[in-house]
């Protein structure tokens, strides 16, 4: 603090360019594109204002309902699913065994592997024509559970879910695994001397003090959910039927689809309050039940 | 004193930053020592059927005007909408640009983005007189002409397998019934009856049901529908058309991935001999041309969809658009206009047209002959058809963008199961202004 004091019109001044520079580049559009959301707009004739009716026309929209709950969803199973499962996986691989190293490799491979060549090995292991895993089911004599994976409504979802999760457990691991290796020796050490159970060590040591990492990864799969975007584009398209539309393809797909720019926008206001609610709330969650803790 | 330096320093770079970042570059279209300089963009590139035309008409037009400087900027199919618009949006669009017929010239046009071509015509009336009517028609917008089509497109064609036919003691279908009964008898036999691919969602839409729905409804119907001039898309003609969809897909005509892979992907059923029949359109001839195995190039045949009982529509259309063309900007300068004409002619005329039929691509010019010995004789047989049955309009053409995509995601959603046609053609009512 007092080297900021010191230094404050130095600091102000040589963070000005940058500032400037996010000011002009990221800020303005933004609100810009707050300000088109009241417009009706097909980026080629003049706007015209029309107030709120393009917000009237999103929340009556039901499938724009549906892609909030498919976001929802996606919250909810990278929450309760790519945490716990990272979390173990981060437990178990911060012991020393023969391995430990591979594994955690192997794990963390999917996290390195771009999205597009992820959604597309997906799509090409569950297509039912040709797809390695019915092909598998049906070796096996379970040919009754082969189905049109990502072509059939009640299926598209889940699969698009399972692979989020296949997808981002390593980063939440690895993450993990991080926040375990800065947990002091020698609580564990007075530990071992007291003769307190592995079990214990677990419970009431490595997790209390993993709490604020995992806070932080909460905030992270909200935001990150919220945004998702590519593996549903590359993998269905959002179809079939809007089954696994979400709120940023279906934004992408009324902006850049049917060319109403003005609608987009209004789109776009409509996820940012919705995903900054959402943080918020969270944050808020978290933070009493760590005053409980 | 030091700190004193640096700030000047800084406030000098960020004085330069803000005078040269914010100031207004200079548009690089302008004359310049004689010569004249324009942007063009198109998507004529990668594994679009007009790329090696392309690539050789610039090339030649470069060699034989040498005072043009052409900026050329090539951007794949599926980002050059896309591009195009938001550069349009924010008022940057390039001197000249691939526009595709009917409703995209009329969205640019109506909002005054383009320049007329008409003086081009009069002056030139021999290329004017040798093309197809609708390469000009389709591109016309009250009276004003912008562009002349690149070829034509036949949107819906059946290409099938004869050797799988033939196996099986199967004809190729001229009735409804006989294509369902060809459809179950190769379902028996574990052969993919017709392959198809509509993850994309237009692929659906404008290979097979424009011309199902131009069966049963005919084509005044359509313009009528759109004008709201006494029909309306809950008629039971167009429900008809509809449910024929619904129809195909649980008869499991199509391979069982039709939903997941897209309109490339699906071709190598074809190629591969496990599908009878491919539905796409005349852009998929470039493609076998160079990929089909010779064994199924020999016992290539090609075929239009059946008529369907009570249908209304001239079985012996097909349905088809212009080609894409390339129009001129309007706020490019009178020399840029000028030059960007010659460019017209030049990827459209005779010279230009001989081309097309080299790659593969239907001519939209009457006075070309095509020497059988010249070309694939695979493309003769498109040659033979556009000959016998006249184009109809395809729906993605005729509807605004906004239509098309109710009726694209709308064919979909009847294929999962999950709207009903009376559900669709509402929506797509409910849509016409």
């Given amino acids: ?293 | 004193m030091g700190k004193r330096w640096v700030f000047l320093v800084l406030a000098l770079a960020l004085c330069l930053t803000l005078v040269f970042g914010g100031g207004k570059s200079e548009p690089a279209s302008k004359k310049e020592g004689g010569k004249v300089k324009f942007t063009l963009w198109h998507a004529y590139v990668g594994t679009d059927q007009r790329a090696p035309f392309m690539e050789e008409r610039m090339a030649s037009f470069r060699a034989q005007n040498p005072n043009f400087e052409i900026e050329e900027q090539k951007i794949a199919r599926d980002q050059y909408q896309t591009k195009l618009k938001t550069a349009a949006a924010a008022g940057q669009l390039p001197d000249a640009f691939q526009c595709w017929p009917n409703a995209m010239t009329r969205e640019f046009a109506t909002a005054g983005l383009l320049s007329e071509i008409n003086d081009l015509l009069a002056a030139n009336p021999e290329w004017k007189n040798s093309f197809v009517n609708r390469a000009f028609d389709e591109f016309t917008v009250d009276g004003k002409v912008y562009s002349a089509g690149l070829g034509i497109s036949v949107c819906s064609i059946i290409y099938y397998n004869k050797a799988l036919f033939a196996k099986y003691g199967l004809a190729f279908p001229r009735t409804y019934e006989e294509l369902k009964h060809v459809v179950s008898v190769f379902r028996q036999n574990n052969i993919i009856p017709i392959a198809m691919g509509n993850k994309p969602k237009w692929p659906m839409q404008s290979t097979l049901f424009s011309i199902v729905a131009n069966r049963s409804t005919g084509t005044e119907w359509l313009e009528n529908a759109l004008a709201k001039k006494g029909a309306k898309f809950t008629d039971p003609e167009f429900i008809r058309a509809l449910e024929i969809i619904v129809d195909l897909t649980k008869m499991g005509a199509f391979n069982s991935d039709v939903i997941t892979i897209d309109n490339v992907q699906m071709r190598d059923y074809f190629y591969r001999g496990e599908a009878a029949m491919a539905v796409e359109g005349s852009w998929m001839l470039p493609d076998i041309i160079k990929r089909a195995p010779e064994s199924l190039k020999q016992n290539l045949e090609m075929g239009l969809f059946p008529p369907i009982p009570g249908g209304k529509g001239n079985p012996n259309v097909m349905s088809g658009v212009s080609g894409t063309g390339i129009v001129i900007n309007k706020k490019a300068s009178p020399e840029q206009k000028e030059a960007i004409k010659k460019l017209i002619l030049h990827v459209s005329n005779n010279e230009a047209q001989l081309l097309f039929a080299k790659y593969g691509i239907p001519v939209s010019s009457k006075n070309i002959t095509i020497d059988p010995k010249t070309v694939d004789p695979v493309y003769l047989k498109i040659v033979d058809l556009i000959a016998k049955h006249p184009l109809v309009t395809v729906y993605d053409s005729a509807l605004n963008s906004e239509q098309t995509e109710i009726i694209n995601n709308g064919l979909q959603a009847l294929m999962v199961g999950a709207k009903t046609p009376e559900q669709v053609a509402a929506e797509l009512q409910a849509a016409v202004k």
Wanted: hydrophobic fraction near 50%; glycine fraction near 8%; charged fraction near 10%.
């Fill in chain 1, 1 to 293: 603090m007092e080297l900021f004091r010191r230094n404050r019109t130095f600091i102000l001044l040589g963070s000005l360019p940058a500032l400037v520079l996010y000011v002009l580049f990221v800020i303005y559009p933004i609100f810009r594109s707050f300000v088109y959301g009241f417009y009706e707009w097909n980026g080629l004739s003049e706007p015209t204002y029309v107030g709120l009716k393009n917000f009237q026309e999103i929340l009556h929209d039901p499938v724009f309902w549906n892609s909030f709950r498919n976001n929802l969803l996606i919250v909810g199973v990278s929450i309760f699913g790519q945490i716990p499962i990272g979390l173990v996986l981060a437990v178990m691989l911060s012991r020393k065994f023969p391995g430990s190293g591979t594994y955690r490799s192997i794990f963390f491979i999917p996290m390195v592997l771009s999205t597009v060549v992820v959604a597309l090995l997906w799509s090409s292991l569950l297509n039912p024509q040709v797809g390695v895993v019915n092909q598998f089911l049906k070796q096996i004599g379970l040919g009754v559970l082969a189905m049109n994976w990502l072509g059939d409504m009640r299926t598209a979802m889940a699969v698009v879910c399972g692979v989020i999760i296949w997808q981002f457990s390593g980063l939440y691991m690895v993450i993990f695994l991080a926040a375990i290796q800065n947990i002091p020796k020698e609580i564990y050490e007075a530990c071992s001397l007291d003769g307190v159970s592995e079990r214990a060590k677990l419970l009431h040591v490595t997790l209390p003090l993993l709490w604020p990492t995992v806070m932080a990864s909460v905030v992270l799969c909200i935001a990150g959910s919220m945004r998702s975007f590519d593996l549903v584009y590359v993998m269905t398209e959002g179809g079939p039927a809007h089954a696994t539309e979400l709120m940023a393809t279906y934004m992408y797909n009324k902006t850049f689809a049917v060319y109403k720019y003005g609608y987009g926008s209004a789109v776009a206001m409509v996820i940012f309050l919705l995903s900054f609610g959402m943080i918020l709330a969270g944050q808020i969650l978290m933070k009493r039940k760590q005053d409980t803790v």
